[in-house]
């Protein structure tokens, strides 16, 4: 019988779940990915629990709300003690290796406290979020007046560039994320006029090529040991640029229509209003520039999906298809101008939705290849099933895991998890619209609980809900939050999000099993309190306390 014994967990950088043909995209077409969606279980209504690359992935590494474990921003570290997916894989006899980005920082001043060097073994995956690196590379070799964004960025793939001949201080910037114009002058990537530019780089040597490639010399050293790989890619994440051919296959007549009304633009919540007014959404807001960027971006796309054949095929060839789960998803989608809104920081499913696709060769699994799954998922329920594949039991750990493992849909034994309702966090403290609205960072937060139906949005500084209607309003165009008609809806999403806030979610040194297990243990080791005379608990629990016989010694020794 086939069994799955690896898994290949493949994460894109900012990809919308409406992008791929087989979600519905009439002119972007993704044969290979298709094809592992026909293989496997391709997942509708999946969600992310943060809008940002950070806390989402934070997230999906740990299996826990944001909530939960506190990693709220890009570059807010992940607190020393926090379990991960290597941590609860590693523990199983699975390797559990990271190929690309996390855009985890490091808890240093934990880590210092607790006297736990950086490059010892355990420091070295705290400091990876529990993952042994092949290649990390967050994507990003961004340089300004205040240093580097990241001085390890692109580190790596910079010593490559160099070594095949591009000669810059910034290969990352200069070649593969930038033009070029007839004088030999660099278009910078980070300007969204230059996005229609090709690459001034050769396709083979471009990111998404280097990174897959870089992944299947990974799996190519592995032995008999079970591994996860993590092959994380950058694209198709700002900057927006792509090298030739890719620059040039698709125009306006093979865009989606831009998802926006005048009536949304006109808003009266501060807080939308706010994010409507940032400079990337009035960038967005101009077709001029939204053309530009759709060019490249689904020009990466198509080039992440001809890379995924190689991969697949490279798969094949070495019979790692026959015992590897595959999966495929995103951090998070992109607004690309839909709402009146730019990159991904709000709760419309243009953000918060992304593609999920399952391909589990287990033979338990046949009966559920090239199926669609509309069952509410969250991202956070990836970790469980990972560790069900490494051989664990994914209910022994509900008091850390908050998500619910996926195999017994993907074994057809459940259509669904018990999950009532999606829930997305957003601490929005460290934006410049906080700071225009001068909000406390206590007060610069939301909330999204999403169900089958409805979706509401919550801010903490004391903003009206947001809500929508996603049966009657897919694309989320009309605001109901203010309709005292649908007072009664909102209140029961509340009652949602009220309860998913008051969950257990801290004790995590204590198994739900072993909570149950000690219930009245105490007894056994001689605690009474309450207990009016023997004859109310067992004789054998009381027999050190009956019948005893000592000397007198009331009037002293």
């Known amino acids: 019988m086939a069994k799955a014994k690896n898994v290949l967990f493949i994460m894109c950088d900012q990809l919308r779940w409406d992008y791929l043909s087989c979600y519905g995209h009439p002119h972007l077409k993704t044969p290979h990915i298709d094809r592992l969606a026909s293989?496997?279980?391709?997942?509708?209504?999946?969600?992310?629990?943060?809008?940002?690359?950070?806390?989402?992935?934070?997230?999906?590494?740990?299996?826990?709300?944001?909530?939960?474990?506190?990693?709220?921003?890009?570059?807010?570290?992940?607190?020393?003690?926090?379990?991960?997916?290597?941590?609860?894989?590693?523990?199983?006899?699975?390797?559990?290796?990271?190929?690309?980005?996390?855009?985890?920082?490091?808890?240093?001043?934990?880590?210092?406290?607790?006297?736990?060097?950086?490059?010892?073994?355990?420091?070295?995956?705290?400091?990876?979020?529990?993952?042994?690196?092949?290649?990390?590379?967050?994507?990003?070799?961004?340089?300004?007046?205040?240093?580097?964004?990241?001085?390890?960025?692109?580190?790596?793939?910079?010593?490559?560039?160099?070594?095949?001949?591009?000669?810059?201080?910034?290969?990352?910037?200069?070649?593969?994320?930038?033009?070029?114009?007839?004088?030999?002058?660099?278009?910078?990537?980070?300007?969204?006029?230059?996005?229609?530019?090709?690459?001034?780089?050769?396709?083979?040597?471009?990111?998404?090529?280097?990174?897959?490639?870089?992944?299947?010399?990974?799996?190519?050293?592995?032995?008999?040991?079970?591994?996860?790989?993590?092959?994380?890619?950058?694209?198709?994440?700002?900057?927006?640029?792509?090298?030739?051919?890719?620059?040039?296959?698709?125009?306006?007549?093979?865009?989606?229509?831009?998802?926006?009304?005048?009536?949304?633009?006109?808003?009266?919540?501060?807080?939308?209003?706010?994010?409507?007014?940032?400079?990337?959404?009035?960038?967005?807001?101009?077709?001029?520039?939204?053309?530009?960027?759709?060019?490249?971006?689904?020009?990466?796309?198509?080039?992440?999906?001809?890379?995924?054949?190689?991969?697949?095929?490279?798969?094949?060839?070495?019979?790692?298809?026959?015992?590897?789960?595959?999966?495929?998803?995103?951090?998070?989608?992109?607004?690309?101008?839909?709402?009146?809104?730019?990159?991904?920081?709000?709760?419309?499913?243009?953000?918060?939705?992304?593609?999920?696709?399952?391909?589990?060769?287990?033979?338990?699994?046949?009966?559920?290849r090239g199926t669609v799954c509309d069952a509410l998922i969250e991202q956070i329920d990836l970790l469980p099933t990972f560790v069900e594949v490494a051989g664990g039991k994914a209910q022994d750990l509900d008091h850390i895991l908050e998500g619910h493992s996926l195999r017994p849909i993907l074994n057809g034994t459940a259509q669904a998890t018990s999950r009532k309702a999606a829930i997305c966090e957003y601490d929005w403290s460290m934006t410049p619209a906080a700071g225009r609205m001068n909000l406390h960072p206590d007060e610069a937060r939301m909330f999204m609980v999403a169900d089958e139906r409805w979706k509401l949005i919550h801010f903490e500084n004391g903003a009206r809900p947001v809500l929508f209607d996603l049966r009657e309003d897919p694309q989320e165009l009309v605001d109901l939050g203010a309709s005292e008609a649908h007072a009664e809806v909102i209140d029961g999403l509340y009652e949602h999000l009220f309860a998913w806030a008051r969950r257990q979610s801290q004790r995590q040194t204590r198994s739900n099993g072993a909570i149950m297990a000690a219930r009245g243990g105490s007894q056994g080791k001689g605690i009474f309190i309450g207990i009016v005379d023997e004859s109310a608990v067992p004789a054998e629990q009381s027999a050190f306390y009956t019948g005893r016989k000592v000397a007198d010694h009331r009037s002293g020794v």
Request: charge should be negative; proline fraction near 6%; hydrophobic fraction near 35%.
């Open 39 to 368: 293989m496997g279980v391709r997942f509708t209504n999946a969600r992310i629990q943060s809008p940002l690359c950070g806390p989402s992935r934070m997230s999906c590494y740990t299996g826990r709300y944001v909530h939960s474990h506190g990693a709220t921003w890009n570059n807010v570290p992940l607190k020393v003690g926090e379990m991960t997916m290597g941590d609860h894989l590693r523990a199983l006899g699975m390797e559990t290796w990271l190929v690309g980005k996390t855009h985890m920082q490091a808890d240093a001043e934990g880590m210092k406290r607790l006297g736990l060097e950086p490059d010892s073994v355990i420091g070295a995956r705290l400091s990876e979020c529990g993952f042994d690196v092949w290649e990390r590379d967050d994507g990003l070799r961004a340089e300004g007046p205040a240093g580097l964004y990241d001085p390890r960025g692109a580190a790596t793939y910079n010593d490559y560039l160099r070594a095949k001949g591009y000669v810059s201080d910034n290969p990352w910037h200069d070649f593969a994320n930038s033009g070029l114009d007839e004088d030999g002058t660099v278009l910078s990537g980070w300007f969204l006029a230059n996005s229609d530019q090709p690459a001034n780089i050769a396709e083979e040597d471009s990111e998404t090529p280097y990174m897959t490639r870089r992944g299947m010399e990974f799996i190519d050293s592995r032995g008999d040991q079970p591994w996860l790989c993590h092959l994380s890619l950058i694209k198709p994440h700002w900057p927006y640029v792509v090298p030739a051919p890719y620059h040039s296959l698709y125009g306006p007549q093979d865009f989606l229509p831009v998802v926006r009304t005048e009536a949304e633009r006109q808003t009266d919540h501060p807080v939308l209003g706010a994010f409507m007014n940032a400079p990337v959404a009035n960038a967005f807001s101009r077709d001029d520039i939204r053309e530009k960027v759709l060019r490249a971006y689904m020009g990466l796309i198509k080039q992440i999906d001809d890379q995924m054949g190689k991969l697949f095929q490279h798969l094949e060839d070495t019979g790692r298809m026959q015992d590897t789960m595959i999966v495929l998803t995103s951090d998070h989608g992109d607004y690309l101008g839909d709402h009146w809104l730019g990159e991904k920081m709000f709760f419309h499913d243009t953000s918060v939705k992304v593609p999920l696709i399952v391909y589990d060769p287990s033979t338990e699994a046949d009966a559920t």
